[in-house]
């Protein structure tokens, strides 16, 4: 019996002992918990111990180095732990930047520039830094920066941005929460309400500059220097003449009682201005603005429906031009003047200029081969001369020449250029022959570089003429017998030479439009039968654009003539060699080629305009010196200062050469 209920009771036994540690088993176990207590301890030892407690991997900057002492009483959780690991490293300069893989451990002062990752934290940790984007309402962002940079730390940041008006702040998590909080405090709506005000007798444009003189702090810039976020604003609708007021109660009834004491009638009907131009010409504009001015009078005297209370004033509007002083006298109502002021503003403007280079080359060569023999062969006998001989009048001398020199018994003298060979003789029976050989070669060769430069405004004719004034003849009278009218003749002078006439027009981008005339024309050497002067004209007419100190060719004009006269007896002419006998031959080449080259130079300023002043001026000191070389005397010393052209006396003949004297 005894032996029975023994394992019965060893069961039941068991059971009790197995309960707690089940129940134990079951129920969840308190958190796991530590204390630390260091005391001079290495950071690093630091950063290694709390790495084991909470399981984080880190990287230690090089320069994270020192000794920490941290006392904990209380028991403390892992994210506890991070915490206080955190506050340690602020204490000593350092700060954690967690990453997806690992927490950086750097410089308090290099934090900024890196990117946190806080995913891995459910809780984002008091002493974490974080970089936050505070969004603001109502108030201007850029007033809350110096409210709120002292609450930042040192090593943070704090900017605002006024195209979004937010803030941003780089701080600890638990500092950026604080100043979260006083910007929403800050941020509270104001009660800002629009109020529109028609004046009845004042200029909208002059009453808001009034206003925001009388009210700086309201309406003026603030510490920033940006207008555009002020709280209070004044705007002028200047169609219907009124004035938009934006603020609260207090400023909108500021701002009224202003306006009311200021709308008050004019004490005369329109107002004068006299305006005085720097660079426009005072009756060209005078034309401009009748013009423009008086379209706008018109349409706002017209417009009834767009009036204002105040536009019942004289909208007459006048201008004059004082071409003495080169200024406008302008009466207009305020609304008109404004308009006038703009445009005389935005057309008084100094002008731009051009230095416009021209490059003429023309260049003509010209070469002339001839070859003849002339024969001739009489008799004397009888009273008669019978002649039998070649004549070829197209080289050298003629027939009659030849025969003349043998009757007269004279020497035949060459013709020039070239080789002339003559032998003849006169008989006892009266016969006389002569024979006559001639070559002759000619060649001209002519250059001519003209390079006429001339500094004209934009959108402004210029011409230079350098040349001769020639007398060309356009009548005669002749009374022939004893009339008692004097015959005359008439003449017409006219200028022979080089002509450059160009217009220039700057466009956007330095690029000049040129309208161009240039001409060449000299006065032609010998013209058979001619009764008057001719001349040899080339002549370009164009539009061409350039670049700013771009060099273009306009045109050119290449010509090639090549003449062959030859002249021969018939059948004779034609034999082989002994042909050349009974023959002449002369041929004439002319080539001639000219080029005109145009480079337009953009003076936008003062400058650039003393820059080319003194560019030629450099080129007369040099012809000065070339002159001097020339003349064998002594160089000069440094070049004087353009100024002196302009000194009389002694001063003026430092630029002219002296000629040597025994």
Do not use: C
């Amino acid at each position: 019996m005894m032996n029975t209920k023994l394992p019965f009771l060893r069961a039941i036994l068991l059971f009790w002992l197995l309960v707690p540690v089940l129940a134990s088993a079951a129920a969840p176990g308190p958190e796991e918990t530590w204390r630390l207590n260091l005391k001079d301890a290495d950071i690093r030892a630091f950063v290694t111990q709390v790495a084991d407690i909470t399981g984080y991997s880190f990287v230690v900057d090089p320069r994270v180095k020192g000794k920490v002492t941290v006392l904990s009483s209380a028991p403390m959780n892992k994210d506890e732990i991070y915490d206080l690991f955190l506050a340690v490293l602020q204490v000593h300069g350092f700060t954690a930047i967690p990453g997806e893989e690992a927490i950086k451990i750097v410089q308090q002062v290099d934090a900024k520039q890196s990117a946190e990752s806080l995913g891995r934290f459910a809780k984002i940790p008091s002493e974490q830094l974080i970089t936050r984007v505070i969004q603001v309402n109502n108030a201007n962002a850029l007033e809350l920066v110096p409210i709120l940079r002292p609450l930042v730390a040192k090593y943070g940041h704090l900017a605002g941005v006024a195209a979004a008006n937010a803030l941003i702040v780089s701080d600890h998590a638990a500092n950026v929460d604080r100043i979260e909080e006083i910007v929403r405090e800050l941020d509270s709506p104001s009660k800002y309400e629009v109020e529109v005000i028609q004046l009845k007798e004042a200029w909208v444009g002059n009453l808001v500059t009034l206003l925001q003189e009388l009210a700086p702090d309201e309406l003026g810039k603030g510490a920033n220097g940006n207008s555009g976020a002020r709280k209070y604003s004044v705007t002028a609708d200047e169609r219907s003449n009124r004035l938009i007021l934006r603020g609260d109660k207090t400023f909108r009834d500021k701002m009224r009682s202003l306006i009311h004491k200021l709308d008050q009638p004019s004490a005369t009907g329109g107002t004068t201005k006299v305006i005085r131009l720097k660079n426009a010409d005072a009756k060209s504009l005078t034309e401009i603005l009748k013009g423009v001015m008086g379209e706008l009078v018109k349409e706002s005297a017209g417009s009834s429906a767009g009036k204002s209370a105040g536009a019942g004033q004289n909208n007459g509007f006048s201008i004059f031009a004082d071409e003495g002083l080169n200024a406008l006298v302008v009466r207009a109502e305020p609304s008109i003047m404004q308009e006038v002021d703009h445009i005389v503003a935005q057309l008084d403007v100094r002008r731009a200029q051009v230095l416009i280079e021209a490059a003429i080359v023309e260049i003509s060569d010209q070469l002339g081969e001839d070859l003849g023999v002339q024969l001739a062969i009489g008799d004397q006998k009888g009273g008669t001369t019978p002649v039998l001989g070649s004549s070829f009048g197209n080289v050298g001398r003629s027939l009659s020449d030849v025969l003349t020199a043998i009757l007269s018994g004279k020497v035949l003298a060459p013709a020039t250029g070239g080789l002339t060979a003559g032998a003849g003789q006169r008989n006892e029976n009266g016969i006389t022959w002569g024979v006559l050989l001639q070559a002759l070669s000619t060649s001209t060769a002519a250059n001519l570089l003209s390079t006429p430069s001339i500094i004209t405004l934009d959108n402004q004719e210029s011409e230079i003429i350098v040349g001769q004034n020639v007398p060309f003849r356009t009548g005669q009278s002749v009374v022939p017998g004893n009339g008692t009218a004097n015959p005359f003749t008439t003449i017409q002078r006219r200028d022979i030479g080089l002509t450059l006439k160009v217009t220039p027009t700057i466009s956007a981008g330095g690029l000049v439009r040129l309208v161009v005339e240039q001409s060449t024309e000299n006065v032609a050497d010998s013209i058979q039968n001619a009764s008057d002067i001719v001349t040899n004209k080339r002549e370009i007419k164009t539009t061409v654009l350039a670049d700013d100190g771009e060099t273009i060719v306009l045109g050119g004009l290449i010509s090639e003539d090549y003449k062959i006269n030859k002249s021969k007896v018939p059948l004779l002419g034609d034999i082989p060699y002994i042909g050349r006998l009974f023959s002449s031959e002369s041929r004439t080449k002319t080539k001639q080629n000219l080029l005109v080259f145009l480079r337009p130079t953009i003076m936008l300023d003062k400058s650039d305009t003393v820059a080319a002043t003194t560019d030629k001026y450099k080129g007369l000191w040099d012809v000065d010196l070339g002159v001097r070389k020339k003349l064998g005397l002594p160089a000069k010393g440094n070049q004087p200062d353009i100024d002196s052209l302009f000194r009389s006396g002694s001063d003026r003949k430092s630029l002219e050469p002296s000629m040597p004297t025994d």
